[in-house]
């Protein structure tokens, strides 16, 4: 059974920071973070495979940084100079594929998702 569960969402003033956990049920060759705002289509936020292959999106490239530790089975989203249109729904996804990217195509599993506020 398939198991993504996120953690460490929560409202922050702009400027600030806050890291997202996702942990997984097992080890995904390619694990990564979603984002959906209201009213908006979920979209890619980070990706990272098992071979350290990375993927931003350019709206975050410099303020975020994806992680994972494969350890733990665990993937990680470092988030700095937060900005009010970060504020979102943010879902960590899992592929089985080597490269997944940063389409919603590229991933099968999802979490439930962990809510980020930014004022």
């Known amino acids: 059974h398939v198991q993504l569960v996120e953690s460490g969402g929560g409202s922050v003033e702009a400027g600030g920071s806050l890291r997202l956990s996702c942990a997984a049920s097992s080890t995904y060759r390619c694990m990564g973070w979603f984002r959906r705002a209201p009213g908006k289509e979920r979209l890619g936020v980070a990706s990272?495979?098992?071979?350290?292959?990375?993927n931003y999106a350019d709206s975050v490239e410099g303020r975020f940084t994806i992680s994972r530790d494969t350890t733990k089975n665990a993937l990680y989203l470092q988030m700095n100079s937060l900005k009010p249109e970060d504020t979102a729904m943010y879902y960590c996804?899992?592929?089985?594929?080597?490269?997944?990217?940063?389409?919603?195509?590229?991933?099968?599993?999802w979490g439930q998702g962990t809510q980020v506020t930014v004022s």
């Open positions: 990272m495979n098992l071979y350290g292959a990375i």
């Open positions: 996804a899992a592929s089985a594929r080597v490269n997944c990217g940063l389409g919603e195509a590229g991933f099968g599993y």
